[in-house]
């Protein structure tokens, strides 16, 4: 991470009332290289749009899907935003969902039994791998801890990956950190968890403001761009917009140019 | 599981402050398959007897390995025990073995670089699992959730499972529900955060009084007798000593055994 001299990581930062051994002492640059690399999910790994929509279509023929599922995720960020600023104690990301999904249904006028609106919250958790991904985790993984670092909670990325077949080496959640992105503390706790440095966990997303955030808390950076995620007409995050540690075309793209680090 | 008609679990159990959506319906016995099997780890999984003597055996050629592992783990549960009582702050076991390691060299009277200290401390990511354990949770985790339910925390788990190629689903560890095995929360916590009831989720341990605080907390059990553990002259757990729901003779064949339930 050229120009970064020192990693600090504050009492706070930690997981509540732990000290991590390996934080005792200070490491140089040279120490930092990259242990883990933790993903965004939504997006970067998994394609939400096509499997909610899919979900959708499945229960309700006569809704247009795909902007039902773009009204369900736009709530997602605004829903968080009461817990991040404390006002909300901490609740998973699948109650966020129900309560947003209710709020869409209602939003599209449709009234589904409590079954099916159940059975569609779960769709989340079986959501379709981008083409590169299973593969990508599988190269990445030979070297390298990976894990998803998502607003996801910890039962929820469980069973997405085993539909999907993600080969991840360890879960967290945010359920686990007990806090969202782009929080600090959700990048940091990350990190003390593993019992690593910021610096030796890299951050791979399609969403500059994420790996904004990531850097601010010392970690390292990979933007990998879905060009498709919100659709043929998407005008964000299209192109990288900093210079993050390793820009890469795909999963697969990212483990090669890992591999090719002395 | 026989006899058992309820399962309540209150508000203290959960991850702190979270509601646990699946928890919100009350269900009937019959909806209480084993979803998630949870493995105690040290001695059921991995053979921790015979790697840290190994690896004290590669520091310090002049002591007896094997008395010097039991002398270290001796000091294992005691040293949670404070934890447990909530005299002491939550620390985790790295920091605990780091602890008890200083303490055991003491005793036996060696003075180590502090290299080498720090490295024998991560013999505990390095041990060999049992003959069984990749092959049996690999078909274990076709049907079901796998992963650890250990005092060991979560970096040092992951590492345990990349070095020893431990196919978990998911990792949870004592500094994800902060609480250390027998506390009932470190059981009941473990389900809530895989979002399912205590008997959806199956302890698997060679150790008895495990398996007792697990089932007092509601989970389903399975004994698998590991009668080396402590060596050639080992006297505890080497049969169940309760009607547990499952007795295996290994990981294999409790994957078959699961398996074969309708």
Redesign the interface.
């Known amino acids: 991470m050229p120009g970064m001299l020192a990693v600090f990581v504050d009492e706070q930062s930690r997981?509540?009332?732990?000290?991590?051994?390996?934080m005792r002492s200070f490491r140089s640059v040279d120490d930092a290289a990259v242990q883990a690399v933790l993903f965004d999910t939504f997006g970067t790994v998994v394609d939400w749009r096509s499997g909610i929509s899919a979900a959708v279509r499945r229960v309700e023929a006569g809704v247009d899907a795909e902007a039902f599922a773009d009204a369900w995720r736009a709530r997602y960020d605004p829903s968080m935003e009461p817990v991040r600023s404390g006002r909300r104690?901490?609740?998973?990301l699948?109650?966020l969902h129900?309560e947003n999904l209710t709020a869409t249904l209602a939003e599209f006028g449709l009234d589904l039994p409590l079954e099916e609106v159940d059975d569609l919250n779960h769709a989340w958790e079986r959501l379709p791998p981008w083409p590169d991904s299973v593969e990508g985790l599988t190269l990445l993984?030979r070297r390298h801890?990976v894990g998803p670092l998502s607003n996801g909670?910890?039962?929820?990325l469980?069973?997405m990956?085993?539909n999907a077949g993600l080969p991840w080496?360890?879960?967290?959640?945010s359920?686990?950190t007990?806090r969202y992105k782009p929080q600090p503390e959700a990048y940091l706790r990350a990190a003390a968890?593993?019992?690593?440095e910021p610096a030796q966990v890299m951050l791979a997303a399609a969403h500059n403001d994420d790996l904004a955030a990531a850097r601010w808390s010392g970690l390292s950076t990979a933007f990998i761009p879905r060009p498709t995620e919100h659709g043929p007409g998407q005008t964000r995050d299209l192109r990288p917009e900093s210079d993050w540690d390793v820009v890469a075309t795909d999963v697969i793209d990212l483990a090669h140019q890992l591999d090719a680090r002395p």
Do not use: H, Q, Y
Not at 15 to 22: A, F, K, M, N, Q
Not at 89 to 92: L, Q, S, Y
Not at 193 to 196: M, S, T
């Open positions: 997981p509540e009332g732990s000290r991590v051994t390996s104690p901490f609740v998973t699948t109650e129900r993984r801890i909670n910890l039962g929820l469980t069973r990956a085993k080496d360890v879960i967290m959640g359920d686990v007990r968890f593993l019992e690593l």
